[in-house]
């Protein structure tokens, strides 16, 4: 009796010492997975200025899409505007933090109908995301 009393009191140690990111609202998914997400814009922290994002083919524009099975796809075409790159993978979703290959890990700032703006990114490689970093999307 004392092993299941100390056993319970353990769990409900465990439970109150949990993690309070859980009570950050969820993003809706719907709005994640319902189309292309075209690339609008990015922040860098150098300096804080917007840079329009450069599509290099003047018809075809830069994408990515969310599927709901977890899967992420995305399109980059080059100057000759052949589609060059499709670069496939996967994503988790939970709370705010969207993370992609199961390494890159971001925060979903906005997500509208129309906008999607990220923050975080890993610069320079180190293991560490630069959250000034923000990309914008649009639909």
Not at 20 to 47: C, H, I, M, Q
Not at 49 to 55: A, K, V
Not at 71 to 84: G, K, L, M, N, P
């Amino acid at each position: 009796m004392k092993k299941l009393l100390g056993l319970a009191m353990a769990v409900l140690l465990f439970a109150s010492c949990s993690d309070d990111n859980n009570n950050e609202p969820a993003v809706d998914v719907s709005k994640l997975t319902s189309g292309k997400w075209f690339r609008s814009s990015t922040r860098y922290p150098d300096n804080g200025q917007m840079y329009l994002h450069d599509n290099l083919c003047p018809t075809s524009r830069d994408y990515v899409v969310f599927n709901t099975d977890g899967t992420i796809t995305s399109v980059y075409y080059f100057e000759d505007c052949i589609f060059h790159s499709d670069n496939s993978g996967t994503y988790t979703l939970v709370g705010k933090r969207l993370t992609i290959g199961g390494s890159e890990s971001l925060i979903i700032t906005k997500l509208t109908s129309s906008t999607l703006v990220v923050s975080g990114y890993d610069m320079d490689g180190d293991g560490v995301s630069s959250n000034s970093i923000e990309f914008t999307y649009t639909r």
